[in-house]
Nanobody, 126 residues
């Protein structure tokens, strides 16, 4: 069982930056997808960014492309989401999630992800 713990959320002004962290522990298969999803108040959860563990291939969704970057530190078993030029519409709870089989992460299908963290709240407001 994979355990995921997110951190780094908080209040930031529009145009500011935050870096979220997802600490990964427990059993991790040789190859899996790990990604960030978010859920704004009153809206469905949506994909933000995804990474394939085997080769580091990444995908960033159009809504945040050019502003958000997903990266990892293998030595620390941590995946990051660097968020720049934040907008009020980025306000949401951000979740880290993994999947062992399939491509749900890259397709933005949250229902296909296997394990989830509890989320961290990001609020973008002046």
């Amino acid at each position: 069982q994979v355990q995921l713990v997110e951190s780094g959320g908080g209040l930031v002004q529009p145009g500011g930056s935050l870096r979220l962290s997802c600490a990964v522990s427990g059993f991790t298969p040789d190859n899996y997808n790990i990604g960030w999803f978010r859920q704004a108040p009153g809206k469905a959860r949506e994909g933000v960014a995804c990474m394939r563990s085997r080769d580091g291939v990444t995908h960033v969704y159009d809504s945040v492309k050019g502003r958000f970057t997903i990266s990892r530190d293998n030595a620390k078993n941590t995946v990051y989401l660097q968020m720049n030029y934040l907008k009020p519409e980025d306000t949401a709870v951000y979740y880290c999630a993994t999947e062992t089989y399939g491509s749900s992460c890259f397709l933005g299908y949250d229902s296909g992800m296997d394990s989830w963290g509890k989320g961290t709240l990001v609020t973008v407001s002046s």
